[in-house]
């Protein structure tokens, strides 16, 4: 997540003859200008992120929600793995806590994130960054942290690029579940395997290279097992902390100077 | 079939509970910096749940399948990281395991 760091503070010290990287967000703005920016850089990001959201309302109407409770769900989370991993654990009766439990899990990384917009967003009034911050994704957090690192003191980007992936995820949602309603037997059409499919794009999308294999090694072999020892669903939780747990034993600590491609 | 609008009280109560857990982690990062000191082992844990939660959910159900679903599973991951487009790689793979299923 460091990437770009470099260029960017050296492009600020030479504006602002400072190194601290906090210092250089004193003047951050709240503007209906900072949001149109937002929203307008948003729409490419989220026309793509729509394609995920169909994908979402097909899945969420397979296991059983209508289109309202999908809709609900994609406008109160606004959070796409965790969703379409809470949609596949769905059952009657719902398995409420291992549904929150794997929710949590898989969102623990916004915390880091949040975190990460901490410099700028601690010039704004509280109102403004905690309503900023339910509208945050992987997506428009991305564009808004190079938007920051470029020396942009729009502090309303985040919630303008927020609102349009929002909405469009919203739509997204409304059309997939109204569409999944019509389909018939999935297996049929070998769509039994799309879900599978789903997941192993989205882990290509989290793969970090060679640093991800260890951790993933972890949970899909206590995934496995865990899954042939323990009922319910709790090996995917088991899996996950697993991969967290020796990730933990074995992190090397990362060089100063390491470069990693842009995302 | 359900009523497309249909709102079940108990399906609400659950999103709601996941909108909350997850606010809660968009929130809290801003929140406790400063407050709380991780470590960048306990970050680097924290970072790969999201991935190890998804081979955690993928890896059984590969394990159990055959192989139309390996083969399938490869295609799909070559197509993701070549495109990185969600609907091909979907595409690719729906199509093998199809192919596969009706050949073997």
Redesign the interface.
């Known amino acids: 997540m460091s990437e770009g760091d470099a260029s960017a503070e050296q492009r600020d010290a030479a504006e602002t003859a400072a190194t601290d990287p906090d210092s250089d967000a004193q003047s951050v703005t709240f503007t209906a200008a900072g949001f149109r920016q937002g929203f307008l850089a948003g729409v490419p990001v989220a026309i793509g992120v729509a394609?995920?959201g169909v994908?979402f309302g097909v899945v969420a109407s397979r296991a059983?929600?209508?289109?309202?409770?999908a809709a609900?769900?994609s406008a109160?989370?606004?959070?796409g793995?965790?969703?379409l991993?809470?949609v596949?654990l769905w059952a009657d009766?719902?398995p409420?806590v291992a549904?929150?439990t794997?929710?949590?899990?898989?969102?623990?990384?916004?915390?880091?994130?949040?975190?990460?917009?901490?410099p700028w967003?601690?010039e704004l009034t509280p109102g403004q960054?905690?309503s900023s911050?339910?509208f945050?994704a992987d997506e428009n957090w991305a564009l808004t942290m190079a938007s920051f690192r470029d020396g942009d003191t729009q502090g309303a980007y985040l919630l303008g690029s927020g609102v349009v992936l929002w909405l469009l995820w919203i739509a997204a949602t409304v059309v997939g579940?109204?569409a999944g309603?019509l389909v018939g037997d999935p297996a049929q059409?070998?769509?039994d395997?799309?879900v599978?499919?789903?997941?192993?794009?989205?882990?290509?999308?989290?793969?970090?290279g060679r640093e991800?294999l260890r951790?993933?090694i972890?949970?899909?072999?206590?995934?496995?097992a865990a899954?042939?020892l323990l009922p319910g669903q709790w090996?995917?939780?088991?899996?996950?902390?697993?991969?967290?747990?020796v990730?933990?034993a074995t992190?090397e600590?990362e060089g100063p100077t390491e470069v990693t491609a842009g995302d | 079939?359900?009523?497309?609008?249909?709102?079940?009280p108990?399906?609400?109560?659950?999103?709601?509970?996941?909108?909350a857990?997850?606010?809660?982690?968009?929130?809290?990062?801003?929140w406790?910096?400063?407050r709380v000191d991780?470590s960048?082992?306990?970050?680097?844990?924290?970072?790969?749940?999201?991935?190890?939660?998804?081979?955690?959910?993928?890896?059984?159900?590969?394990?159990n399948?055959g192989v139309p679903?390996w083969v399938?599973?490869a295609a799909?991951?070559a197509t993701?990281?070549k495109t990185?487009?969600?609907?091909a790689?979907?595409a690719?793979?729906?199509?093998v395991?199809?192919a596969f299923?009706n050949v073997l």
Do not use: C
């Open positions: 394609g995920y994908v059983g929600l209508s289109v309202a409770e609900l769900m109160t989370v606004l959070a793995a965790a969703q991993v809470a596949e009766p719902i409420a549904v929150v794997t929710t949590a899990v898989v969102n623990l990384r916004y915390v880091l994130m949040g975190a990460a917009l901490r967003f601690r960054a905690y911050v339910f945050f579940a109204t309603d059409y070998g769509l395997f799309a599978t499919a789903i997941f192993l794009t989205l882990a290509a999308g989290f793969w970090q991800s951790p993933w972890a949970a899909a072999s206590v995934a496995v899954n042939a090996y995917i939780i088991g899996g996950a902390l697993a991969g967290a747990a990730e933990i992190h600590s | 079939m359900i009523d497309s609008l249909s709102l079940d108990t399906v609400v109560a659950v999103i709601l509970a996941m909108a857990v997850t606010y809660a982690t968009k929130a809290s990062g801003l406790a910096v400063g991780l960048e082992r306990m970050e680097a844990g924290i970072d790969v749940l999201p991935g190890a939660v998804i081979v955690s959910f993928v890896a059984p159900a590969l394990a399948g679903e399938a599973a799909t991951l993701a990281r990185g487009n969600l609907l790689s979907l690719v793979g729906v199509g395991v199809l299923r």
